[in-house]
């Protein structure tokens, strides 16, 4: 049987009273869970030393609200196991918490957050748990409920654990399906054990996405290869559809069949309607 | 539940259910922790909150004393004002009771400070 825990049981199964106190004790978890947490505050570009009002999904027992707390930021957690919710009571965390499924929505108005994280969590929405759970609809009810309760500019950041490449493709469709810009961001890709994936989405302006640690200057490319439609096409070699570099190639390649061709011109393949 | 999060929670994740905002709180439990006053804090989150819908949720779990019914002029330098925002924001916590949908009068029941939002397979969107 798998290892992932996303394989074994729907999370407020697995994380069953044993669960959460085994996993809230394990001194392991603990520092791997806050030293993932920094990172993902890291990645948030928060304002420097203004406390902030932020949004932990899939925030537990609150190891990575914790951290959020030791930086001077107010949280407010959500949860879908209640044990996990009930640990995080015991600990007497500072945070908020909310019992929800995120794959339902984000039940928060518009404009609440100045930022979200969420650590070790976002690969249970892969899961398929009930008769009426599709994962693909499910991220994008998540993502763009989500996008609606940030503020502007705010940015969500998300450690998780990818099974594989096409999970990575339909996070970032679906999250740009709702609005968000962004892309993965992969630290330490050469170590088996440090490798760790955030997704860093942004919801407005037009920063690029953030360096990935441990990565050296030719590994960049791949890093950010989930960052736009565009690199990863390009990671593949064809020029994507519809754009001035595909359009040339086809027309060079009717040519060479002999077909009729309009010359190339400056105005070939300009884009005739605003920007995405 | 803290009324910074009633100031922001919502049932519109409901199938067929517009903005569910307000809900309406029914609190049978009651408590007041102590938080470490942050004025910074409380100044970056008022703009942010809907000062009416804070004070209603207040008035009806008995705790509108004292709190002015609108947000004061200049409050980023009035420190009384201030420490009003924080101790019905962050310290009033409801522990027992349950929300109410504005538009479908649903119940979500708040139990040990946590209220349950999830919903049933039939009532998601
Ligand atoms: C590995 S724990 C991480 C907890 C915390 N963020 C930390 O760093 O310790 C993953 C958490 O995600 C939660 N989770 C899984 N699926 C969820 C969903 N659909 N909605 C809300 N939370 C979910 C689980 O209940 C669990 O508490």
Known sequence: ?276 | MKLITHNMLTSKCLKGVMTGYPLAINATDVKITEVDFNPEFITRVIPKLDWEVLWHAANSIGHSEGLPKSIEPKFEENEDFLKKAHKILLEVEIEEGHLTCPESGRQFPISKGIPNMLLTEAEVQ
């Open chain 1, 1 to 276: 049987m798998s290892k992932r825990p996303e394989h074994q049981a729907p999370p407020e199964v697995f994380y069953n009273e044993d669960e959460a106190r085994k996993y809230t004790q394990n001194s392991r978890i603990i520092d791997i869970q806050a030293q993932m947490t920094e990172r993902c505050l890291e990645l948030l570009l928060l304002p420097e030393d203004i406390p902030c009002l932020l949004l932990d999904l899939g925030c537990g027992s609150g190891l990575s609200g914790s951290v959020l707390e030791e930086n001077g930021h107010m949280w407010i957690g959500l949860d879908i196991s209640p044990s996990m919710l009930d640990v995080a009571l015991e600990r007497e965390t500072e945070g908020d918490l909310v019992l929800a499924d995120m794959g339902e929505g984000i039940p928060f108005k518009a404009g609440c957050f100045d930022g979200a994280i969420s650590v070790s969590a976002l690969q249970w929405l892969f899961n398929a748990d009930k008769k009426s759970h599709r994962p693909v609809k499910r991220l994008y009810t998540f993502f763009s409920t989500l996008y609606a309760s940030l503020s502007r500019s705010a940015r969500a950041v998300f450690q998780f654990y990818p099974e594989n490449e096409s999970q990575l493709e339909l996070l970032t469709t679906q999250a740009m399906k709702a609005g968000f810009y962004g892309g993965v961001v992969i630290d330490y890709p050469n170590s088996a054990k440090a490798k760790k994936f955030f997704l860093v989405l942004m919801t407005g302006g037009s920063g690029p996405l953030p360096k990935a640690l441990g990565a050296d200057e030719v590994e960049d490319n791949i890093q950010v290869k989930y960052a736009r439609r565009e690199a990863a096409k390009a990671a593949r070699g064809k020029p994507l559809k519809n754009t001035k570099a595909w359009l040339l190639e086809k027309k060079e390649r009717r040519r060479k069949q002999g077909k009729e061709t309009k010359p190339d011109t400056k105005y070939t393949g300009r884009k005739r309607s605003g920007r995405f």
